[in-house]
């Protein structure tokens, strides 16, 4: 198998005669086990050249935070909370609060700047309903992002006004019992 990871540069740039609208894509699942699809989806579009940030909220990961994303290939910038542990409850102490706060944050930073043109927010529905975001937040964040972004949102549960917001929503459910 060979992996790109350098992608070539043009001389001059493609410019398209028309704006094209960036998407806001919602996974949903009552389980969580989608995380795969959408990572290749982010990988397969860093791939071609487009820079693409990917955030983790309820991840940890050590030595991790804004500060220092890690970097897959040349286009894909991947973020979690600088935490040493998952959170999975809403119950966080004041350093996991301030941690996933900063990375809020910095989501909306980079995002309002237009530094990426894809960017996945993974389990945010979770970040939502422990009440560590705001869903009003998330919703002006929505509404006022640059428009050109793509958004992928997951997580179980999504909040139905951010449903009534998608352009696409995927539910992905199990075809059979064991």
């Not at 935070?65 to 999975?88: F, K, S, Y």
């Not at 992002?145 to 009534?164: A, C, F, K, Q, Y």
Request: with cysteine; net charge negative.
């Amino acid at each position: 198998m060979i992996a790109q990871l350098e992608s070539p540069t043009l001389d001059t740039p493609c410019r398209l005669p028309y704006a094209v609208e960036g998407l806001l894509q919602v996974f949903t699942s009552s389980h969580r086990n989608f995380f795969t699809s959408v990572m290749a989806q982010a990988l397969r579009i860093s791939g071609q050249g487009t820079p693409v940030l990917v955030v983790q909220f309820l991840k940890g990961g050590i030595g991790q935070g804004p500060e220092a994303p890690v970097q897959l290939g040349e286009h894909l910038d991947w973020v979690r909370c600088d935490l040493p542990r998952c959170i999975d409850t809403p119950e966080l102490d004041e350093i996991e609060a301030g941690s996933l706060r900063k990375l809020w944050d910095y989501t909306q930073q980079v995002v309002s700047e237009g530094k990426y043109s894809l960017v996945v927010l993974d389990e945010l529905s979770l970040a939502i309903s422990f009440g560590l975001i705001p869903e009003s937040e998330v919703l002006e964040f929505l509404e006022k992002r640059p428009s050109h972004v793509d958004i992928i949102l997951t997580g179980p549960n999504m909040p139905e006004p951010i449903l009534e917001l998608a352009d696409q929503i995927t539910e992905i459910r199990r075809s059979h019992r064991p």
